[in-house]
């Protein structure tokens, strides 16, 4: 397991963030840690004035965002044009009727004035919520309705699937286009006074995968959750003054908000937003806008490492980080390889509303690893009854709960909010297990490990195995029922140009994986096929491939890639 650590050495001269992590762990405290982010009088906050308002005061001529889309249609924003465009589209919503507490949602490809949109929304005392450009109606009808949204801010394009559910929307009262918007907010002033409200305040919500009878739930973080996502982005992501950086998620997922919007434009630093699909043109804009520090999916590398040469560019990386799913070793050591920096993996969810476990650049790296506990996190190791297990044994990943970015609810849903809580733990709902120097090991969503003749596989380790592999470019594992084991592992596998399906190649991965991790753990069915179901953040969505293996109805798949 710890066989191929990643030792970091000369950390000092790197300047990093962070340079000990250990001794600052341990004296870390979020009350001391209050003044690294803007307060207002009385303990009052504002994340998108900590985001928009603070760098435009200090660095109002500095780039915040370099945007540009496939139609080579290029747009620069300083942080002061972007804070009176937010001041336009603020006082626009005001006079739309909006008030402190009504919810805001965007649904829109990643556009210039969506970012602007939600920073006014926020900075209004309103709820922001985004909602991902490939959601059909259905998918939109859910999410609208549980919220009662009242405005509800989309394009040309787009506005064909709100038509076709308004009348079941009640509370919806105004659908803006945003084409109409660019012209519109022009009228209104561009000076605006942010509200002040209590760091416990709904600042933005996003709806994730549910279980049980509901299909998603709303999530909402409070505007306090600035100071951990500010700080896990100087941390972890060590962005410094003359950064680069670009974060590829999608601001209808949690990761393209908070470290595509808040985090990064907090600090200050200038980034790069491209709007539009994972090609070849991913290696071109690192080079050309000298990226230097490069958050994305485990997907998109491995996506990248088929699709591209990252040799053939003259590239400026100096800092990579994942999300979205665990780091598989292959692609970690490939961008150590191609790029003079290994990967590190992020661990959190939409319901922390910022990073949690995470390799950071100054400790050592082991492979498959989640890594450690941001300062300031408590993470334990827990049993179905909220027990604690010891070190090296799997349970549940979880919290002392009370950390700044925490979920304060699910939208309408205050049963399922404290389904999160056990025995005074906040419970994540993934299997990990502890190893003796305090790093965290992801093993799977408790749904998803599997149990095959009494021993618990989870499906990630078997899939890192997989593309360790030189034919595998990726992997997708399920458990399929089998009346003698209760699961077999079956395996469904993409392979790199050059190398074709056979029967011989199936029995060459059974064995490199009883070779590589366990005789138990190999898969006893390998499936090749062209494309794994991913949704639009990068993620394998494991119940696709479980649902046509077994006939079963596939659900909602807007969310999906293709």
């Known amino acids: 397991m710890n066989k191929n650590i990643v030792r970091k050495q000369n950390l000092l001269k790197k300047n990093l963030n962070l340079p000990n992590y250990d001794s600052f762990y341990t004296k870390f405290s979020w009350d001391k840690a209050k003044s690294e982010v803007d307060w207002f009088d009385d303990n009052k906050i504002n994340a998108g004035y900590n985001a928009l308002d603070v760098p435009a005061k200090q660095i109002p001529n500095k780039t915040a965002l370099i945007w540009f889309n496939e139609n080579n249609i290029r747009k620069t924003f300083t942080f002061l ?34 970012y602007c949109g939600f920073l006014a929304t926020i900075r209004l005392g309103a709820i922001a919520g985004t909602l991902f450009p490939a959601f059909n109606s259905q ?187 665990a780091l598989d070793t292959a692609t970690l050591l490939w961008v150590q390889e191609q790029f003079g920096t290994p990967a590190h993996d992020t661990w959190w969810q939409t319901e922390t509303g910022a990073m949690m476990v995470v390799n950071f650049p100054t400790n050592d790296i082991k492979p498959g690893s989640m890594g450690k506990p941001v300062p300031g996190i408590e993470a334990h190791i827990v049993g179905d009854k909220g027990q604690e297990i010891k070190i090296g044994k799997e349970g549940f990943l979880a919290f002392n709960p009370g950390w700044p970015s925490m979920m304060i609810k699910i939208w309408q849903n205050e049963k399922m909010y404290h389904s999160y809580f056990k025995n005074g733990w906040y419970i994540s709902g993934d299997k990990a297990f ?37 034919a595998v470019a990726e992997a997708g594992v399920i458990g399929k029922p089998d009346k003698l084991r209760g699961q077999i592992i079956k395996a469904f596998v993409v392979l790199k140009k050059n190398y074709s399906p056979s029967n011989d190649l199936i029995d060459q991965l059974q064995q490199f994986v009883k070779t590589h991790l366990a005789g138990h753990a190999y898969p006893r069915e390998i499936e090749f096929i062209n494309k794994l179901p991913k949704n639009r953040s990068g993620k394998i969505v494991r119940r696709i491939l479980k649902a046509k293996e077994l006939g079963l109805d596939l659900g909602n798949t807007s969310t999906l890639e293709d």
């Not at 006082?91 to 919810?103: A, F, M, P, T």
């Not at 009808?141 to 549980?146: F, G």
């Not at 012209?183 to 279980?211: H, Q, R, W």
């Open 139 to 325: 998918a939109l009808l859910e999410r609208l309705a549980n919220s009662e949204a009242k405005i509800l801010i989309t394009n040309k394009e787009l506005s064909s699937r709100i038509q076709n559910i308004k009348d079941k929307l009640p509370n919806l009262k105004t659908v803006l286009i945003v084409e109409e918007v660019e012209k519109e907010i022009l009228k209104y002033s561009n000076k605006f006074t942010v509200c002040k409200t209590d760091g416990t305040d709904p600042c933005f919500m996003l709806y994730t995968s549910a279980t049980g009878n509901t299909p998603t739930s709303g999530v909402v973080i409070p505007h306090q959750a600035i100071l951990q996502q500010k700080l896990t982005a100087k941390w972890v992501l060590d962005l410094k003054e003359n950064d680069i950086y670009w974060c590829t998620s999608d601001p209808g997922w949690v990761t393209g908000v908070v470290y595509g919007i808040l985090a990064p434009w907090s600090l200050g630093i200038t980034q790069i937003i491209f709007d539009g699909r994972f090609g070849k043109i991913w290696g071109e804009i690192l080079e050309k806008e000298r990226v230097t520090v490069f958050y994305t999916a485990p997907t998109a590398l491995r996506m990248l490492r088929e699709a591209v040469n990252p040799k053939d560019y003259a590239l400026s990386v100096r800092h990579v980080c994942t999300v979205g799913e």
């Open 434 to 470: 502890k190893d003796k120097d305090g790093y965290f090991w992801f093993i799977g969503r408790a749904d998803d490990v599997i149990k095959t003749a009494g021993e618990r596989v989870g499906p990630f380790e078997v899939e890192s195995c997989l593309m360790d592999h030189p």
């Open 81 to 114: 044009q972007l804070l009176e465009t937010s001041n336009q589209f603020a006082n626009y919503l005001l006079e739309c009727g909006v008030n402190k507490g009504d919810r805001v949602f965007f649904f829109l490809p990643k556009v210039p004035l969506l």
